[in-house]
Structures are given as C-alpha cells and as structure tokens.
C-alpha cells in the first residue's frame, strides 16, 4: 500500500515533528503535525494516514487507509463504533512495554513481599518486630493477557521463579507460563491460591467489567495490579472485594474514566494504590522506531506483528 499523507496528532505530536524532520526520515512523504485540539475535516480529508494515541474528536475515516495507534491499546479506536472500514488498517505501538509493565508490578510486589508498609508503620513507633520476608519463589501469580506484554511480564517474573498461570481468550500454550487457561474456563482454585492477579488485557467487549463480583468471589487474600484497561473492572465489586477480605489490596494504573476523578472512593481507601496510568508509557524515540517499521512493512507489504485485528479488537 502506498501512503502520501501522514497526519500526527495528539500528545507527542511536537516530540515526534522534531525527531521525524530531524532525521529526514519521512522524505518524499507529506506530513502535518497537528495539535489534538486543531485537527480540522480538511485534515482528516487530506490524509491517508492517521498516527495518534486515540481518534480525535469529530474523528472521520474519509480518504484514511492506515490507522497507527501510538499506545498499545486501541479501545478507544475500536469505540468508534462497529463500522470499522475493512479497509483500513489498524496497527499499534509494540516496544518495551513488557519490560516496563515487568518493573512496575515487580515493584509492588516486592513491597508487599518485603512488607514495605507494615516496617515503615512499625519504624513509625519505634517498634523492633521481626516478619519474615516472603521469597518470589513462593508466590503465586495469575496474569490475565498472554499477548506480548503478558508473556514478556511472565518471563521477567520466571526469572525471580515466580510461578505464573495465565488466562487468555483461547487459552492456548504460550512460554514462560506454566499453564493457561481460557477466559470461559477459568479455574477458581487458581484464584484463590494467588497472590497477585495481575491484568494486562486489552478492553473488548469481552474483558469489559471481567473483574467482577463473582471473579473477586474467588480471590482468597489477593492483591491485584491492574495495567490492563480500567473498564475491565467493577470498580464497586473491587471494593466490596477489599472490603470482604478477598482481596487485601489494589494497585490500579488505569481506570475507566481518566484522569480518575477527584472524587472517586478509589483515592482513599487504604487497600488502594493509584498511580496516573503511567506503567508502560510510549517514549517519543519508541514511538519513531516502530512507526517507521511499521510505515515501511505498510509499504512493502512487509508481515506485520502489530496489526490489530478488529473483529478481535486488540
Ligand atoms: C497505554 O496504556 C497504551 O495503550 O499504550
């Protein structure tokens, strides 16, 4: 497929003008580096290609061929409804975000593990009580996701001899899990024995609000890290969950309204961790190195691993 017209838009969109024109890496391309909020119809009509983390508002397919996302997730992309043109193509961003979603959550886990709070409580009142550290080697994981962030989550987390299970739509065998099941057959024994549910899935009309009152019901003591999507949640269930004792506490990076608002219950309760969505952020240069392999396999009809599949919606 041939691209003439590459529309940017959106956060980055300055970092990625400069790094783009710099290197002159899109000679012979016309290109228009738009603010979000300034992208006009004549933008949208003009291009072929459309590159940004999310659809702008008043967004239109109109002459697009090619859709990049920018972020790994296209939720909001496949939110503009049923009708995505078969075609045009979606890609997404793939880069180090296994790597840093790995870091993030072993971070959490390892506070909990090493009892970060409970020291920091007891140096609080000068107490000396001894609680033992639990090793990584005996803990047990769930990681819902297999794709590439799920799997390169589960192989960091062999490294430190974790024991990882993962939970998939088709459940079929993917490495550095020790086994996985499949979305409609999970094993709620599975659940109970974890100590860390970790969610890397993407929002589909499958995954929307999976955590749900029945799912906590299975958790025995769980703390769960969320770096999937926040629509995936019963954010209610969550709490009732924290509250009952299935779950002993929450790390929650995404949410389904963001930024979360200031008035969520979610801000203060003690079991709950937020942080601003930032577990697996794109980087400008990131974003510039798969946007060209992905420009040139466009191109020269190259195999493309970031295609997404809309009918799958991820
Ligand atoms: C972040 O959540 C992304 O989609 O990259």
């Given at each position: 497929?041939?691209?003439?017209?590459?529309?940017?838009?959106?956060r980055?969109?300055?970092?990625?003008?400069?790094?783009?024109?710099?290197?002159?890496?899109?000679?012979?391309?016309?290109?228009?580096?738009?603010?979000?909020?300034?992208?006009?119809s004549?933008?949208?009509?003009?291009?072929?290609?459309?590159?940004?983390?999310?659809?702008?508002?008043?967004?239109?397919?109109?002459?697009?061929?090619?859709?990049?996302?920018?972020?790994?997730?296209?939720?909001?992309?496949?939110?503009?409804?049923?009708?995505?043109?078969?075609?045009?193509?979606?890609?997404?961003?793939?880069?180090?975000?296994?790597?840093?979603?790995?870091?993030?959550?072993?971070?959490?886990?390892?506070?909990?593990?090493?009892?970060?709070n409970?020291?920091?409580?007891?140096?609080?009142?000068?107490?000396?009580?001894?609680?033992?550290?639990?090793?990584?080697?005996?803990?047990?994981?769930?990681?819902?996701?297999?794709?590439?962030?799920?799997?390169?989550?589960?192989?960091?987390?062999?490294?430190?001899?974790?024991?990882?299970?993962?939970?998939s739509?088709?459940?079929?065998?993917?490495?550095?899990?020790?086994?996985?099941?499949?979305?409609?057959?999970?094993?709620?024994?599975?659940?109970?024995?974890?100590d860390?549910?970790?969610?890397?899935?993407?929002l589909?009309?499958?995954?929307?609000?999976?955590?749900?009152?029945?799912?906590?019901?299975?958790?025995?003591?769980?703390?769960?890290?969320?770096?999937?999507?926040?629509?995936?949640?019963?954010?209610?269930?969550?709490?009732?969950?924290?509250d009952?004792?299935?779950?002993k506490?929450?790390?929650?990076?995404?949410?389904?309204?963001?930024?979360?608002?200031?008035?969520?219950?979610?801000?203060?309760?003690?079991?709950?961790?937020?942080?601003?969505?930032?577990?697996?952020?794109?980087?400008?240069?990131?974003?510039?190195?798969c946007?060209?392999?992905?420009?040139?396999?466009?191109?020269?009809?190259?195999?493309?691993?970031?295609?997404?599949?809309?009918?799958?919606?991820?």
């Amino acid at each position: 497929m041939k691209i003439t017209n590459i529309l940017f838009t959106g956060r980055l969109v300055d970092e990625l003008e400069g790094l783009l024109n710099a290197e002159e890496m899109l000679n012979g391309k016309r290109v228009r580096f738009v603010p979000d909020g300034e992208v006009s119809s004549e933008d949208l009509d003009w291009a072929d290609a459309f590159v940004a983390f999310h659809p702008v508002a008043h967004f239109q397919f109109a002459n697009l061929k090619w859709v990049h996302s920018l972020g790994a997730g296209v939720d909001r992309y496949m939110a503009l409804g049923d009708r995505w043109p078969e075609d045009v193509l979606l890609t997404r961003t793939i880069t180090s975000f296994g790597q840093k979603i790995g870091e993030y959550t072993l971070s959490y886990m390892l506070k909990e593990v090493q009892h970060h709070n409970r020291f920091q409580e007891q140096q609080g009142r000068a107490a000396w009580k001894m609680v033992a550290p639990r090793a990584l080697d005996e803990v047990k994981v769930v990681v819902f996701g297999t794709g590439e962030i799920g799997q390169e989550l589960a192989r960091i987390l062999g490294l430190f001899g974790v024991q990882v299970e993962g939970v998939s739509r088709s459940g079929a065998d993917k490495d550095h899990f020790f086994r996985v099941m499949s979305l409609g057959e999970i094993d709620d024994s599975s659940l109970a024995e974890a100590d860390f549910i970790i969610n890397t899935l993407p929002l589909t009309k499958e995954t929307a609000g999976l955590f749900d009152e029945r799912l906590f019901g299975c958790m025995n003591q769980a703390v769960i890290i969320n770096v999937g999507r926040g629509g995936t949640v019963d954010h209610g269930a969550l709490l009732n969950a924290l509250d009952s004792g299935s779950l002993k506490a929450a790390v929650l990076d995404v949410f389904e309204e963001e930024p979360l608002p200031a008035d969520s219950p979610l801000w203060s309760h003690p079991g709950v961790t937020v942080t601003p969505h930032i577990s697996a952020i794109t980087t400008p240069e990131e974003a510039v190195v798969c946007f060209l392999e992905t420009l040139d396999a466009v191109e020269s009809g190259g195999e493309l691993r970031n295609r997404v599949d809309v009918g799958r919606g991820y």
